[in-house]
C-alpha cells in the first residue's frame, strides 16, 4: 500500500519537474530577466528566512546550492553554444579556473571542508558567467533595472514591518536578531542594506538627470534613512565610496544636480527625527549610532581593530611559495584576533581581497581585480555615448565601486556579482559594432549629446 502511495503521488511530480526543468532552464538561457528573478528571488528568500534550512548527504545541501547547480547549466551552456555572447572575459574565466583547481586540491586533502569553503566562490563566479553572457540592449536594460526595484520595494517593506515588530513587542522580532549592539534596529543583513544603497544611487541619479518621477523624490530620503538606521558601517563607508564615484565620473551638470536628491534626504531625516524624539526612540537611536561608530574606530579593542589583527595574523601563516598560488580550499582560517587571548577564529576573514589571496595566491586576486580594472576602462571611454540605456555605463562604475568598498570588510555576495557580469557585458557590448554601418549600440560615435542624456532609458523606466 505504501509502495502505491509513493508511486502515486511520486510518479506525477517526477514528471511535472521532469518537464518543468528543462522549460525552466531554457528560460534562464534565453532571458536574462528569467535568471534575475532566480537570483534575487533566492536571496530575498535568504534575508526572510535569516538561514535556508540544509538537508544532509555527507554534508548539508542548502536550497541555494541548487538553484546556483542550475544557474550554472545556464551559464556553462551559454559559454560553450550561445552565438550572442558578447564577449568572454578572460581574466574572469582564468579567475574560475585557478579556484577550481585550489577546491580540486582542497578536495583532496580536506575533504568536505574544501567544499563549504568554496561554496561561495562557486556561487560568485557562476552568477557573473551567467550576466555576462548577455548582449545588453536598451530593452533588457530597462526590465533589469525595473526586477532590482521590484524586490528593493520588497526589501524595504520587509524591513518596516522587522522595525513595527521590534517597536510594539512582538515576539518574532526574536528571530532576525543578530546578537549585536545595534540589534533592535538592524533588522536586516549587510548584503541587504547595500542592496539598498544600489538603489539609492540608481533613482538619486535619476533625480540628478532630471528623469525622476515624484514617487523618487519620495523613495530616494527614505532609502536613506532605511541605509542609517540599519547601522551597517560597511555599508556606509560603501554608499561614501558610491557617492563619491559619482561626483568623479559623470559630467559636471550631474554633479551640480546631485544636490536636489540630498537636500530632499536631509528634509526627510530632520522629519523623521522629530517623529522617534515624540515616541521616545531619538536618543536610543543616536546612542546606538555613537555606540557603532565608536567600536568601528576602537583599533585596540573594537571589531575594525580585530580583524586588522586577524587580517595580519593569516598573513604571517603564508610560506613564501603560498603568496604566489594560495593555500586550497578547506585548508582554514584559524587565527588570534587580540593579542593575549586564548580562543582562535575560524570563520572567513571578512575581507574578500584577502580571502582570495589565500586561496588562489596573488595568481588569482591579479585575476579578480584585473576583471575590475579592464571593466573600467572600457566603461569609462564612452564619455560621449547617448544614453540609450536603462542603466548608462557610468552608473554601473559607481555600482562596483560601492561593491569593491564593501568587500574590503565582507565576503562577495553573490547578489552583487550581478552588477559585474552586466559591467563585462555591457563593455563588450559597447565595443561591438551594430549591424548599421559601425555604429555602437548607443548610438554613432558622431553624436554628441548633452551629458543629462546618459539618462535616457532610466528615464523611461521611472516615468512609469
Known sequence: MEALLTLTIGLPLAIVLGLALPMLLWLAYSRITVGLVIVLATFFMEVVYIEYPGFWVGMYIYPTDLVFAFLALAALSRLFIAGDFPGRSLPWLLFGAVVVVSFALGLAQFGKAAGTD?????????????FMSFPVDPARTQAIVRVWLVFAGLLLGLACFRWVAEFSGMPIAATWR???????????????????????????????????????????????VAILVLQHRSVWIAAAAGIAAMYVVFPGQIRLKLARPIVAAVAVVVVVSGTLTAYGRLDTLMYKVGESAATATDLAGGTSGGRLYGWHQLLLQLEPVEYAIGKPFGSGYERYEFPNVRWKATYDPHNFYLQTLLRSGAIGLALLLM??????????????????????????????????????????????????GLAVGIAASLRRPSATGGASLLGTAEMKPDPLEYAGGLGNLVRR
Open 118 to 130: 568554496f561554496r561561495n566562490y562557486f556561487y560568485v563566479w557562476i552568477c557573473a558567467l551567467y
Open 178 to 224: 543578530d546578537g549585536s549592539k545595534a540589534e533592535e534596529f538592524r533588522v536586516l543583513p549587510s548584503g541587504a542594506a547595500l542592496y539598498l544603497v544600489n538603489t539609492l544611487l540608481i533613482l538619486a541619479y535619476a533625480i540628478a538627470a532630471r528623469v525622476a518621477k515624484r514617487w523618487v523624490w519620495v523613495a530616494v530620503p527614505v532609502l536613506l
Open 371 to 420: 576583471t575590475y580594472v579592464v571593466t573600467f576602462r572600457r566603461l569609462l571611454r564612452h564619455r560621449d555615448e547617448p544614453g540609450r540605456l536603462a542603466l548608462p555605463p557610468r552608473l554601473v562604475v559607481v555600482m562596483l565601486v560601492t561593491q569593491m568598498a564593501y568587500i574590503l570588510t565582507y565576503r562577495m555576495p553573490y547578489e552583487q556579482v550581478v552588477w559585474l
